[in-house]
């Protein structure tokens, strides 16, 4: 792969980086010349991403809801490379990803603790970081489609009650309300907001051929994206070259929200 080293001597706090979109920025990062800490509550996964040997990646488990952990993930980033520029909040989970036998309740809870608490958690603590750093940052949210538009009635995702939207709208608001209050410090805050992608988050669903028709179907590109896609508007939107872009909802989804 072409270098282009857009990251060179930045150090990126990437979470849910044992899969999808998280893994996927990973290897952009590296590429464009990162250093970077990935972490995620599947150990088994990050041990897969220190397969590759890669001298500037280094790894640390942690559950992101539970500040006493995500404090931790800061300070070994601080400890090991020394400043933390970047932070991705690619951790996400939807209510398919639990127990069948989970309620309503249940669900709501599960996928609001990851989705919203999680990121507002991993924000306020690199927040705390880059501001006595001084030297500013970035920030980029994974938001999605459903942070601006609801399920639409062609997929049998949500009765109404499904939490993915809500969680996802206040991944927005975090975005821009963060956004305008840390321009002063020059910490830019965006979100990433993506139509379908091909990760674990939609295996199940893509698995049904009619499902996974009227998925593409609803992208007027007429496919789902595939995570390096994704990775990439994260990357620009962490380097330099986005300096002046914060508070912004960046759609990533072949002409979904323009429908």
Known sequence: MHMTARLKNKVAIVTGAASGIGSATIEKFLDEGATVLATDINEAGLDQ?????????????GNINKYAEVEAIISECVSEFGQ???LVNSAGITPRTLPPEAD???RWEAVMEVNAKGTFLMCHAAVEEMR???NGGSIVNLGSIMSLVAHPPSLPFSDGFNPYPQSKGAVLQLTRDMGIRLAPDNI????VCPGFVYTALTENVTEMPD????MKALHPMGRLAEPSEI??????LSSDEASFVTAAAWTVDGGYTAV
């Open 132 to 134: 006595q750093a001084g």
């Open 49 to 61: 991403l220190l397969e590759a040997e890669e001298p500037r990646l280094t790894t640390f488990p």
């Open 211 to 214: 499902v996974h028709e009227t």
């Open 84 to 86: 933390v520029n970047i």
């Open 231 to 236: 990775a990439n508007v994260i990357a620009f």
């Open 104 to 106: 309503f309740e249940e």
């Open 188 to 191: 830019r805050v965006n979100a």
